[in-house]
């Protein structure tokens, strides 16, 4: 965790709040390094050095689960590492479902396109993709949904892996249409 500091101030602490406990507690600065353009630039706090790695999973997780955005994380075989909650409210599997199963054959009733087939080209391209009419049957109807595809590297990672970030756009296309077919 960086924290910037004001070096125009004479105090020599400063108050850091450590989530989720909101424990604050005082750091003593030590320096303050200005870059060239006579700017403090950010020092590393004592407090995060002291996070357990359990810390920040848990963090990690809480962040990635409230974004409204589906988040799904795959490796190169297509098998599902990352799954996050909008992911689970809209397909309506759990994490524990799907983890480690491919997408294109994880329970959900994909229609209209091959998943697969644009996962591989991903993998091949090391780029990205946007992928607006993806249509998948729930619950007895059609919704449809709207994805960027993105080939990444993780840090400290030999090999990358596929994150997909989307949304459920079936009332966005139903309000497009309604308004074509109003106008005409």
């Not at 809209?90 to 998943?115: A, H, K, N, T, Y």
């Not at 087939?117 to 091949?124: E, P, Q």
């Not at 729930?138 to 080939?151: D, M, P």
């Amino acid at each position: 965790m960086h924290l910037p500091i004001d070096c125009s101030r004479s105090a020599r602490s400063f108050v850091v709040c450590q989530p989720p406990e909101n424990r604050v507690r005082s750091v003593m600065r030590t320096k303050c390094d200005k870059g060239t353009d006579n700017t403090p630039r950010e020092l590393e706090s004592a407090g995060s050095r002291d996070r357990s790695p359990g810390l920040e999973s848990e963090e990690t997780s809480f962040f990635l689960n409230s974004v409204p955005s589906i988040l799904i994380g795959l490796d190169m075989k297509g098998r599902i590492r990352r799954w996050n909650t909008a992911a689970a409210n809209i397909f309506g599997l759990q994490r524990e479902e799907v983890l480690g199963m491919p997408l294109d054959s994880c329970g959900i009733d994909w229609r209209g396109g091959d998943i697969g087939a644009k996962l591989d080209r991903i993998r091949d391209l090391k780029g990205q993709i946007r992928w607006d009419d993806l249509v998948f049957e729930k619950e007895g109807s059609s919704r449809q949904l709207g994805f960027t595809i993105a080939y990444i590297t993780p840090p400290h990672a030999a090999t990358g892996e596929l994150l997909i970030v989307g949304a459920d756009v079936t009332a966005r296309r139903e309000a497009e249409a309604e308004l074509r077919s109003n106008s005409a």
